[in-house]
DNA sequence: ATTCTACCTTCCACTCTTGACAGGTCAATC
DNA sequence: GATTGACCTGTCAAGAGTGGAAGGTAGAAT
């Protein structure tokens, strides 16, 4: 349900047509909300089929410029503050150890300091990403570097944690 | 794919009915990996289709227990092993944080303060879990403890980084 | 003897996600 | 003038997950 929210919430900062919003999918949302072409596309369809957006222009190339109605932005609003968010829903990673019993000790160890260097790596990227990113005023800007600060605080706690749980095996 | 995992790897401790299976996704692999009934039945007829679980035994009310086949074992160990968890999933809190620029700064302040206390209340629930679950030392029991410990961790340096993003602002 | 509860499976309709295929056009370069 | 590359939209099949309805049986309690 929320990559129609994801839709309305870049559309809200400014107008923009369907290849605009997936190169923003690729590369600041890949992270938090990952979507494909066919995903996006589609739900511009819907979304304008239900007046929360509409055609603001069409250019060259058949290209739609898509902006955000204002019965949109209630929508966005009403998302954003009056709905609790899902928690934190399945992960691969914790899966595994659940049935980390059912291989030997040592492969479970192996597994536990495998994860804690994959997580070191992901946190140097994000590292490498927070310094390569020009930061400015925008609204992207700003919440988008407390989201990295998330992700740079949670790959942390992953490397240390794997590196307890080897320990307690 | 992941599903036919998580069948896989409750079978592997010990054969069950789907109703068994039901009850331990909904008991401890609920925060984890949740799955429906019509999901855990269609995994298990696939899976016995596919050999990897055989129906060991027929109780009463048709029940049917399943069990897991050496080449179900094998398969669990590759995953477990061989192939690399899914880094980054879906965080519907982050996203929201993304967005927070279209909203006022009161408004984002006070979701984040909300977005703390909300940890606040998950890490207190995972604590009491802690407390009123009888741990021996079964698989189960000692794995989900590391997969108990992630959560607290995780709860904690989402209340903490909350915070200091409402600060921020 | 009846009723209730827990046990147990199957099916369906829907949405979301993935990955690919298919096509067309503008603008600049060689 | 031809080629290339970035731009741009659309559709389709299949898998994964959600939510609920439907239906039946064994055993325990009243």
Redesign the pocket.
């Known amino acids: 349900?929320?990559?129609?929210h994801a839709v309305l919430g870049l559309l809200a900062e400014r107008p923009a047509?369907?290849?605009?919003?997936?190169?923003r999918f690729e590369s600041s949302l890949s992270n938090v909300?990952?979507?494909?072409?066919?995903?996006v596309?589609?739900?511009?369809?819907?979304l304008a089929t239900a007046g929360l957006l509409t055609v603001a222009a069409e250019?060259?190339?058949?290209?739609?410029?898509?902006a955000i109605t204002e019965e949109g932005r209630a929508e966005l609003h009403h998302w954003l503050i009056e709905t609790e968010p899902e928690r934190f829903?399945?992960s691969e990673v914790l899966l595994r150890v659940f049935f980390l019993g059912s291989v030997s000790r040592f492969e479970a160890h192996t597994y536990l300091e495998l994860e804690a260097a994959r997580s070191d790596r992901f946190h140097e990227a994000l590292k490498d990403l927070e310094g390569s990113v020009e930061w400015g005023d925008d609204q992207m800007s700003v919440y988008g570097r407390l989201a990295l600060e998330y992700g740079l605080r949670q790959t942390a706690m992953q490397a240390e944690w794997a590196r307890w749980a080897a320990r307690q095996i």
Chains 1, 2 share one sequence.
């Open positions: 349900m929320s990559l129609r047509s369907g290849y605009d919003l997936m190169k909300w990952p979507a494909t072409q066919s995903q596309y589609g739900e511009l369809g819907k250019g060259p190339r058949g290209r739609k410029e898509y829903r399945r």
